[in-house]
């Protein structure tokens, strides 16, 4: 089992920054990758950034270049780094974890509102 807590959602401003934090916990050495989901309301889930245990990353076409998404592994912690948001990228932001075995878990996310 792998338990995720997110935190760091919030109100911003159109333009403004936010960095979002999600611990891990449990059975963390079976973990092959995370990444962070968001869902706006009305829409479905969908993948914003993911990091493999290798190093690799990716993004969505809608994010990449102003998200960035980094681990600290001795904090057992993911972040994703957002800076010049838009009112587009207001949703409910979503941790996810993957293991060797291909179970998924999920944190209870955390509101990101841009607006003015």
């Known amino acids: 089992q792998v338990q995720l807590v997110e935190s760091g959602g919030g109100l911003v401003q159109p333009g403004g920054s936010l960095r979002l934090s999600c611990v891990a916990a449990?059975?963390?050495?079976?973990?092959?990758?995370v990444g962070w989901y968001r869902q706006a309301p009305g829409s479905q889930r969908e993948l914003v950034a993911v990091s493999a245990t290798g190093g690799a990353t990716d993004y969505a076409a809608s994010v990449r270049g102003r998200f960035t998404i980094s681990r600290d592994n001795a904090k057992n912690t993911l972040y994703l780094q957002m800076n010049s948001l838009k009112p587009e990228d207001t949703a409910v932001y979503y941790c996810n974890a993957i293991t060797r075995s291909n179970n998924m878990y999920w944190g209870q996310g955390t509101q990101v509102t841009v607006s003015s």
């Open positions: 449990g059975e963390i050495a079976s973990i092959n990758a």
